[in-house]
């Protein structure tokens, strides 16, 4: 039998305190970005494009001028490029609350409408970052009255030390994977010599896969399963090939500062050192909308004002965390849509 409408007085008494949990954690991490320095901002959600990476998909509309013409824009999915060009203009420390938009995106653990918590610190390494998402572990669960994060039958202890391992070790420990032999120097895929690995490994590869498929298959059904049981994990060093907005490790091209953090085996954060190369920037986006428009038969516009103020814009590192995702687990909310006020239809 379905559930009854969010709305319904008797299920609204149900999801009450989990909504009071999500505005107390609000309050308290919000506390603690002002308290470092952080300053609050609200970018305009309706952009000239939505990101540009192939496998985000973007909610389009028209905005109708003065004159009656029609332009199109779009729902961001995530206020990063309008939060980059306020880097350029001079702020240094902000962060953001934004609701965003994906498209093709439903289920326990996705909404086409959430919230995102996103910051970005000038002059500051990728890994400082990591320590900011502890501490926002330890607030949710502080705020919400709970020793555990939980996800289903899973549980992850938010006041552990997080483990920091690489996707190259975390693909040999758990797929058996040597992933960084599957590079060139340079950090080029070889999609041949990642289906060949898969192979030794048990793993099944489509003849169609790219190296970037094939990846993500791994990651999925292999990887992500065993992150951040017991303890926070940060996976760190993403190939460069899957870091479309992030700087090149220093001391090894083919990886990129980029890491995502886990618990309960969710995916909860994604932070980078920023990528402040309009030329090399603008080469990604383009890669990414040519296999957008092979995979999917679209693309979206670049965003030419962005690319523009990465040319002024300072190092950075930057990250974005879903917020709804940090509320069901300091909850223990089983669905996105429980700790979401009022949820899509």
Same mark, same amino acid.
């Given at each position: 039998?379905?559930?009854?409408?969010?709305?319904?007085?008797?299920?609204?008494?149900?999801?009450?305190?989990?909504?009071?949990?999500?505005?107390?954690?609000?309050?308290? %991490?919000?506390?603690?970005?002002?308290?470092?320095?952080?300053?609050?901002?609200?970018?305009?959600?309706?952009?000239?494009?939505?990101?540009?990476?192939?496998? !985000?998909?973007?909610?389009?509309?028209?905005?109708?001028?003065?004159?009656?013409?029609?332009?199109?824009?779009?729902?961001?999915?995530?206020?990063?490029?309008?939060?980059?060009? %306020? !880097?350029?203009?001079?702020?240094?420390?902000?962060?953001?609350?934004?609701?965003?938009?994906?498209?093709?995106?439903?289920?326990? %653990?996705?909404?086409?409408?959430?919230?995102?918590?996103?910051?970005?610190?000038?002059?500051?390494?990728?890994?400082?970052?990591?320590?900011?998402?502890?501490?926002?572990?330890?607030?949710?669960?502080?705020?919400?009255?709970?020793?555990?994060?939980?996800?289903?039958?899973?549980?992850?202890?938010?006041?552990? *030390?997080?483990?920091?391992?690489?996707?190259?070790?975390?693909?040999?420990?758990?797929?058996?994977?040597?992933?960084?032999?599957?590079?060139?120097?340079?950090?080029?895929?070889?999609?041949?010599?990642?289906?060949?690995?898969?192979?030794?490994?048990?793993?099944?590869?489509?003849?169609?896969?790219?190296?970037?498929?094939?990846?993500?298959?791994? %990651?999925?059904?292999? *990887?992500?399963?065993?992150?951040?049981?017991?303890?926070?994990?940060?996976?760190?060093?993403?190939?460069?090939?899957?870091?479309?907005?992030?700087?090149?490790?220093?001391?090894?091209?083919?990886?990129?500062?980029?890491? @995502?953090?886990?618990?309960?085996?969710?995916?909860?954060?994604?932070?980078?050192?920023?990528?402040?190369?309009?030329?090399?920037?603008?080469?990604?986006?383009?890669?990414?909308?040519?296999?957008?428009?092979?995979?999917?038969?679209?693309?979206?516009?670049?965003?030419? @004002?962005?690319?523009?103020?990465?040319?002024?814009?300072?190092?950075?590192?930057?990250?974005?965390?879903?917020?709804?995702?940090? *509320?069901?687990?300091?909850?223990?909310?089983?669905?996105?849509?429980?700790?979401?006020?009022?949820?899509?239809?």
């Amino acid at each position: 039998m379905p559930a009854s409408p969010w709305w319904q007085p008797h299920r609204h008494a149900d999801r009450r305190p989990l909504l009071l949990a999500r505005n107390r954690i609000q309050t308290a %991490l919000r506390g603690w970005l002002l308290a470092e320095g952080f300053t609050e901002v609200d970018p305009a959600a309706l952009q000239i494009s939505p990101g540009n990476e192939a496998h !985000l998909h973007g909610f389009a509309t028209d905005a109708i001028g003065n004159d009656g013409a029609a332009r199109r824009m779009y729902l961001h999915t995530s206020p990063e490029f309008a939060m980059k060009k %306020l !880097l350029a203009a001079g702020e240094t420390r902000i962060a953001a609350f934004a609701h965003v938009w994906r498209n093709r995106e439903r289920g326990p %653990l996705h909404s086409p409408e959430f919230t995102m918590l996103e910051w970005y610190r000038v002059g500051e390494s990728y890994e400082v970052l990591m320590d900011d998402c502890a501490a926002f572990l330890r607030l949710a669960a502080q705020a919400a009255g709970a020793d555990l994060l939980r996800f289903r039958d899973a549980t992850c202890d938010p006041f552990a *030390v997080p483990e920091r391992l690489s996707v190259a070790e975390a693909f040999q420990r758990h797929a058996g994977i040597d992933l960084l032999a599957t590079l060139d120097p340079l950090g080029e895929p070889d999609a041949a010599a990642l289906a060949q690995a898969m192979a030794r490994a048990g793993l099944k590869a489509a003849a169609d896969d790219t190296w970037s498929d094939m990846l993500s298959r791994v %990651l999925v059904e292999k *990887v992500e399963p065993h992150l951040g049981h017991g303890q926070p994990t940060i996976l760190d060093r993403y190939p460069a090939a899957e870091a479309a907005l992030a700087r090149r490790a220093p001391d090894d091209p083919r990886v990129a500062e980029r890491f @995502e953090l886990y618990a309960c085996g969710v995916e909860l954060a994604n932070g980078f050192g920023e990528l402040t190369d309009p030329a090399e920037q603008r080469r990604r986006f383009q890669a990414e909308m040519a296999e957008k428009a092979r995979v999917y038969g679209e693309s979206y516009p670049l965003d030419e @004002e962005f690319l523009a103020a990465l040319a002024s814009m300072p190092q950075a590192s930057g990250i974005a965390m879903g917020f709804d995702r940090l *509320v069901m687990l300091a909850t223990g909310a089983p669905r996105i849509d429980e700790v979401i006020w009022a949820p899509v239809p």
